[in-house]
Nanobody
Framework: VQLQASGGGLVQAGDSLRLSCAAS????????MGWFRQAPGKEREFVAG????????RYADSVKGRFTISRDNANNTVYLQMDSLDTDDTAVYYC?????????????????????WGQGTLVTVSS
C-alpha cells in the first residue's frame, strides 16, 4: 500500500483546510485508514480514523466537532476536513493504513498498529 498525503499549508486561526490521502495498491480496502499528527517536540498522536466499508469513524477528543474524516471509495482517497483551526493544530499530518487482522477489527488510535504511512504534510496555523 502506498499513501500520498497532500493539502497542508499556512492558515490563520479559525480558518479551514482539507487534507487528502491518495491510497494505492491491490489491498487498500483491506485496511482501516487513519490520520495522525506530530507537533514539534511531541509524540505522534491519533487524529481520526475511518473504515472503507461502512465509513465508520473515530476521532480524538481534541478534534471532535471540528474535524471530519471521509472517504471516496471510487478513488481510494481519504480526506480530513479541518475547521476552526487553532494554533495547537500546527503539526505534520500523516495518513496511515492499518491492515484488518480480524473479522471485528476496531479503528486503532495507536500508531504502532498501522503498517503503512504517507510522507506527511505540514499544517501551520498562525494566530
Amino acid at each position: 500500500v502506498q499513501l500520498q498525503a497532500s493539502g497542508g499549508g499556512l492558515v490563520q486561526a479559525g480558518d479551514s483546510l482539507r487534507l487528502s490521502c491518495a491510497a494505492s495498491g491491490r489491498t487498500v480496502t483491506a485496511h482501516h485508514m487513519g490520520w495522525f499528527r506530530q507537533a514539534p517536540g511531541k509524540e505522534r498522536e491519533f487524529v481520526a480514523g475511518i473504515t472503507w466499508s461502512r465509513g465508520s469513524t473515530r476521532y480524538a477528543d481534541s478534534v471532535k466537532g471540528r474535524f471530519t474524516i471521509s472517504r471516496d471509495n471510487a478513488n481510494n482517497t481519504v480526506y480530513l476536513q479541518m475547521d476552526s483551526l487553532d494554533t495547537d493544530d500546527t503539526a505534520v499530518y500523516y495518513c496511515a493504513a492499518d491492515p484488518i487482522r480480524a473479522v471485528f477489527y476496531p479503528i486503532h488510535i495507536i500508531a504502532e498498529e498501522y503498517d503503512y504511512w504517507g510522507q506527511g504534510t505540514l499544517v501551520t496555523v498562525s494566530s
